[in-house]
């Protein structure tokens, strides 16, 4: 893996990050991680690890495939890893959703990571990102969005006031 530059200090860090290649053939809320899946949370885990990205809040949709996800990225983080909350109103959300529940972080928070679904989680990556965001970063969010995928960006400001186009997308990686 390429490593890659942390976040500035005075800025908060954004992960957004899609559910773990899920199972077919039950409902919908209900559809755990497959094998594939199992190994993927992990890695995104390690890799948050290795790049001094430890979340300070999480918050993940209710639905099985989600907390699944949440589950094994926690035990990868070990003990620095935050008590996950769960939102059912990330189930399937849109942006506008996601966004909201960015804008409702506390402002003591300065990393957060939301776990969620597609496409709410890949139009929120795309509307946030700013101009001069990583290229790169920018072009892999913008082709398909495979499960296991995570996006990091910079914040500046109040997590209440951002708004589309005011974040800067820093990576893009699927696992």
């Known amino acids: 893996m390429t490593d890659f530059a942390l976040p500035r200090h005075d800025a908060r860090t954004l992960i ?3 559910h773990a290649e899920a199972d077919w053939g039950l409902d919908d809320f209900n559809r755990p991680l497959t094998r594939r899946g199992h190994s993927q949370a992990p890695r995104a885990g390690a890799w948050l690890v290795e790049q001094g990205l430890i979340p300070e809040m999480m918050v993940s949709s209710a639905a099985l495939r989600t907390r699944q996800t949440t ?5 990868a983080l070990g003990e620095k890893a935050p008590t996950a909350s769960l939102d059912e109103r990330l189930y399937n959300a849109p942006a506008s959703q996601l966004l909201t529940t960015i804008n409702r972080t506390p402002e003591a928070v300065h990393s957060l990571m939301l776990i969620a679904h597609l496409p ?3 139009d929120a990556i795309l509307q946030l990102a700013r101009p001069d965001s990583d290229y790169e970063a920018l072009m892999d969010a913008s082709y398909g969005f495979a499960p296991a995928t995570l ?3 910079q914040v500046q400001g109040d997590w209440g006031q951002l708004v589309d186009g ?3 997308l ?3 990686v699927s696992f």
């Open 16 to 18: 957004i990050m899609r």
């Open 151 to 153: 996006a990091v960006f």
């Open 166 to 168: 005011e974040a800067q």
């Open 120 to 122: 709410g989680v890949q």
């Open 170 to 172: 820093i990576h893009c």
């Open 71 to 75: 589950t094994w990225v926690s035990e």
